[in-house]
């Protein structure tokens, strides 16, 4: 997938791990509440971004649970609309991580379109939202890259096929 450390703009990212792009169902639970459900975005050794419904706020330990992973206690580092930025409390071994990923290795068109509508969603959202613009934009960025890589990714393997 892509590596986050190098930016377009010549900085480096602050990320302790290049994120993964992902699409995986997931659910939150915050302390006192029934699970919501969640879509996960991103994931890296030390946390993942999601879509939630949730009203989880900034700094709300929540419970994460990702099929084929065990359930994470996690830190909402970051919330901005229908977005959070969790940070895993005990980072996930490289191998569990890996073996996710291997999973999901090869992205449908789906999910390629799915993180374009994200990519868009945020780009909206940042030109209306002056607080919060440095996080969407890096957000809808992201995705956005994402999508093309894995479309050229999946376009490389339809040939290899035929």
């Known amino acids: 997938m892509t590596d986050s450390a190098a930016r377009f703009d010549g900085s480096t990212d602050r990320r302790r791990a290049p994120r993964m792009a992902i699409r995986l169902n ?4 915050e302390p006192g509440r029934s699970r919501t459900g969640a879509k996960l975005i991103d994931i890296s050794m030390h946390g993942c971004r999601v879509e939630i419904t949730s ?10 649970s990702i099929a084929g992973l065990e359930t994470q206690y996690c830190r909402v580092v970051w919330r901005c609309h229908e977005f959070a930025g969790i940070e895993f409390a005990t980072p996930l071994a490289e191998a569990v991580l890996e073996r996710l990923l291997q999973d999901q290795q090869e992205l449908s068109e789906t999910t390629i379109s799915e993180l374009r509508a994200i990519a868009n969603r945020a780009h909206h959202l940042s030109v209306q939202e002056a607080d919060d613009r440095q996080t969407l934009t890096e957000l ?6 994402d999508a093309v890589v894995e479309g050229l990714r999946l376009g490389e393997a339809k040939q290899a096929k035929g």
């Open 26 to 29: 997931a659910s939150i639970r």
């Open 55 to 64: 009203g989880a706020s900034q700094d709300t330990w929540v419970m994460l």
């Open 140 to 145: 809808s960025r992201k995705c956005a890259v």
